[in-house]
């Protein structure tokens, strides 16, 4: 069975800059890493998690609004590695980010894989 693995998260201040990283190991985890799409989602207390991006295999990309124009998502192929570089931070921001990989961007919120998450707090 593949697992995901997200590194990067952390502390930081407003109008900085996080880059997450999200591993993709075991089990067919090359498979994964060429036929699935995949992506970012963030849970705020109390809430539900929400897609913030995803990377499809044609490259295509979706961003959530509040994210357009200052996160990016790219992928490493040869490290199985997907980032999301997080520019212009602001405490709205501050959440948990999970790396999730599924066949159909479209379902991605019912990921077959997650990974187990990262923290982001972003103070002002």
């Known amino acids: 069975q593949a697992q995901l693995a997200e590194s990067g998260g952390g502390a930081a201040q407003a109008v900085g800059s996080l880059r997450l990283t999200c591993t993709v190991s075991?089990?067919?985890?090359?498979?994964?890493?060429?036929?699935?799409?995949m992506g970012w989602f963030r849970q705020f207390p109390g809430q539900e998690r929400e897609e913030v991006a995803h990377?499809?295999?044609?490259?295509?990309?979706f961003y959530d609004d509040s994210v357009k124009g200052r996160f990016s998502i790219s992928k490493d192929s040869a490290s199985k590695t997907l980032f999301l570089q997080m520019n212009s931070l602001n405490p709205d921001d501050t959440a948990k980010y999970y790396c999730?990989?599924?066949?159909?961007?479209?379902?991605?919120?019912?990921?077959?894989?997650w990974g187990q998450g990262i923290q982001v707090t972003v103070s002002s």
């Open positions: 990377l499809d295999t044609d490259k295509s990309t």
């Open positions: 075991g089990l067919r985890s090359d498979y994964i890493n060429s036929a699935y799409c």
């Open positions: 999730a990989a599924h066949l159909v961007c479209g379902r991605l919120q019912e990921a077959s894989f």
